[in-house]
């Protein structure tokens, strides 16, 4: 029997990770996990048993990632300070794990003999600017330290790519949700806090006029964009590819939608905006159709449905 091939993934004990991780033990793979438990939890990898070897540590390590990328084909580096609220209060750590933690990470994965790096980048590298939808050749005008971390990492990637000889591709992912997502922290994304509250029948809170409006990816369709980026023979050349569902959707409908599908009916509290927060976001599928052969899932409210669903059964 062939060896399975071995993964890498970073942060895979996190939201997205732990669905990627779920998604290449379904295909057949072993996953190596490296997470240092920060915002993931130990739980979401347990249902796979020994097909996932999880490795606490941290990507700023060098020693914790080379011994992680030994022997992997592919590494999926997801492992980041993901709040953009907290990288305005401490954007040296922001830089520090998303830009140097991103660059520890290649050179492992170079020295260890990696095919490829799927790198997680984020839509927030786009800035503030109502140009939607956002392309990939728009300039990146990043107006957190969580975005400017991200593009920084962004360009490493590229750089390993063009000069290093490693395969790289950055996913612009945009607000993704699903199952798994932490409701509970302050910085939590908008869809668990309202999905959250209106299951608890408790009044959502909307940050701002609750007309800003944002293109929500489902898990699924996040974690598929991975698996297609990692193999894909159009991309690999470092470059950025936004991961979306190409539509957009405002917040204050959102919730409607969220009240339809759980029946509460609680008017939602309104409080300042979110320092960092960009008004309007939106994907171009274009790339990810052309390089990946990406296709986003066809129902925004199925998705949501089963995203209330798990929330509702008790969110384990
Ligand atoms: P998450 O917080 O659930 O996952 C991040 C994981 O990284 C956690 O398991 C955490 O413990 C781990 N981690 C953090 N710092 C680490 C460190 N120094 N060393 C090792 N592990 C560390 O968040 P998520 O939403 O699953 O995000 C995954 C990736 O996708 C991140 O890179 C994030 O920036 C990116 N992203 C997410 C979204 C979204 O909507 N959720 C949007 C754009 C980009």
Redesign the pocket.
Known sequence: MPNRAVHLV????????SHLVERLVQDGAKVRV????????EANLAPFGDAVELLR????DPNAVASAARGVRCVF??????SVERSVRDPALAED??AI?TIRVLQAAREAGARRVVF?????VYGDSDVVPKREEMPADPVSP?AVS?EAAERYVRFFATHLGLPGVSL??????GPR??PESPYA?AIPRFVSALVARRPPTVFGDGRQSRDF?PVED?VEACVLAASSERAGAGEAINVGRGTRLDLLSLLAMLGDITGARVEPLFAPPRPGDVRHSQADLAAARAKLGFVPSASLREALERTVRWYSEGGS
């Open positions: 970073t942060g895979g004990a996190g939201f997205i990770g490296l997470d240092d438990l920060s915002t993931g939890r540590g941290d990507v700023r580096h997801l492992a980041a300070l993901v794990v998303n933690g997680a980048s984020s839509s927030a969580y991200k612009r992912f945009f607000n993704v949700f997502q932490d994304a990816c996040a």
